[in-house]
């Protein structure tokens, strides 16, 4: 399955062939690009929330990743990247998954993978 990544205003075609490794990494383009997927969900009730975060990491720690946001007030809002490099498609479904099978989470978005230097707002 190809992954979905939303448009990104890096360096490509011609700029990009002409930038050597040490650019590309400094720009973060190329095979150096890394991306990111946000997350949101909402609760079905403003308790449970300690339980629901707990198992959240451990399910992201154990996938080899990092999650930045919030949790709070019925909702928990953020983003997902990984250790090194980025997530791939099948983070993002399984963080996905992991978030509607849960009793007490009501509504889940996770957003399409994307680059997190020039195309994530």
């Keep these: 399955m190809s992954a979905t990544f939303i448009s990104s205003k890096a360096p490509t075609g011609k ?6 490794a040490r650019q590309r990494k400094k720009l973060h383009a190329g095979e150096f690009q ?3 997927f ?3 969900a909402a609760f079905k009730a403003d308790d449970g929330s300690d339980a629901l975060l707990d198992g959240l990491i451990d399910m992201i720690e154990a996938r080899d990743l990092f999650f930045g946001g919030s949790i709070g007030r019925g909702v928990l809002d953020g983003v997902v990247s ?3 490099g980025s997530p791939s498609e099948e983070d993002r479904q399984a963080v996905q998954q992991w978030l ?3 009793p007490e989470v009501s509504q889940v978005t996770v957003g399409e993978l994307a680059d997190t230097w020039y195309g994530w707002h």
């Design 38 to 40: 946000e997350v949101r």
């Design 82 to 84: 990984a250790r090194q």
């Design 15 to 20: 700029r990009l062939r002409r930038l050597n």
């Design 100 to 102: 509607q099978q849960r």
């Design 34 to 36: 890394q991306f990111i």
